[in-house]
């Protein structure tokens, strides 16, 4: 059973497609809404993507949950979700066994970037939570989202050797599959720094309330909690916000796709609709090389 605040936020999706999949038994439904509802939760809060039928139920999705998200480590287990996923996504007509070799897939879409006032609200009610280890937790991760576009996943595995802030520039190594080092906005440096050195840290910065592990899910609870029926913030927004504010100060795109730990622009190119152009003399200045005065 899922939490009722994750629940939520996929119940409608989750009914809409087992209803249409048509179970035929009352049990096949309770399985298929249980498998349906953790891959569309790892969808929104670790592939950061939103939930549409032909993104969730794509083969290749399927595929990276079951190899990154599924809960369950057992190989039987794995093959039997796979199985029933790919089910799902043949009677919905959205999943075609030809994509998996069709090439490129057209761009997704992706959480649009918050305003440089919707920031400064976000990080001022940092100071406002109910408690001390929340107010810890809220700027943990609005500082390495917003100031180092770390994914949800990314932050839970952050400690505080990871932190380091030689030379007067805070960078973050960051594990696991997209291992990479991270060099931080100024404008989060001090507030990295205020957080290492909490009495609440011991090896993680974020820091569970329980022993359990921390995971993408306990963050999402997290900020539900903390926020207290009041407007909340996601880690994917703030990461987009990150990646537009770099690609609008003329970052590299090859750079960026480094400190992002991708491989293809596929990502960045999902972004397009939030970069203001150029004006007339800037871009004529820019594609002459045109040394600026």
């Known amino acids: 059973m899922l939490p009722r605040r994750f629940w939520n936020d996929v119940a409608e999706f989750t009914r809409s497609a087992t209803t249409d999949f048509a179970p035929r038994t009352e049990r096949e439904a309770r399985r298929v809404m249980s498998a349906v509802a953790r891959l569309a939760i790892w969808t929104t809060d670790v592939a950061c993507l ?6 969730v139920f794509d083969g290749r999705h399927i595929d990276r949950y079951i190899l990154h998200g599924a809960p ?52 001022s009610q940092g100071s406002t939570r109910t408690t001390v280890l929340r107010r810890h937790n809220w700027m943990v991760l609005m500082a390495l989202g917003a100031g180092c576009g770390l994914t949800t996943p990314e932050i839970c595995g952050v400690t505080v050797t990871d932190i380091n802030t030689a030379s007067g520039t805070t960078r973050v190594s960051v594990g696991g599959k997209h291992a990479r080092t991270v060099v931080c906005l100024a404008e989060w440096e001090e507030e990295i720094a205020s957080l290492v050195t909490s009495t609440l840290v011991r090896d993680y910065l974020f820091v569970a309330s329980t022993g359990l592990p921390r995971t993408a899910i306990q963050v999402k609870g997290f900020i539900h909690d903390a926020a207290n029926g009041r407007e909340r913030f996601t ?51 820019l594609f002459r090389r045109e040394v600026r005065s």
């Open 235 to 285: 880690v994917e927004r703030l990461r987009s916000t990150w990646i537009v504010g770099h690609l609008q100060h003329g970052v590299p795109p090859v750079e960026l796709i480094n400190a992002l730990g991708m491989t293809t622009f596929a990502t960045l190119q999902r972004f397009i609709p939030y970069i203001a152009g150029l004006d007339e003399e800037e871009r004529t200045i």
């Open 72 to 123: 369950t480590s057992n190989d039987y287990g794995l093959r039997r979700r796979r199985l029933q996923l790919m089910n799902v996504a043949a009677e919905l007509h959205e999943f075609d066994e030809a994509r998996r070799d069709a090439g490129a897939t057209p761009p997704r879409q992706v959480y649009a970037p918050y305003t440089a006032a919707e920031v400064v609200r976000f990080r």
């Open 50 to 55: 939103p939930l549409e039928r032909h993104i």
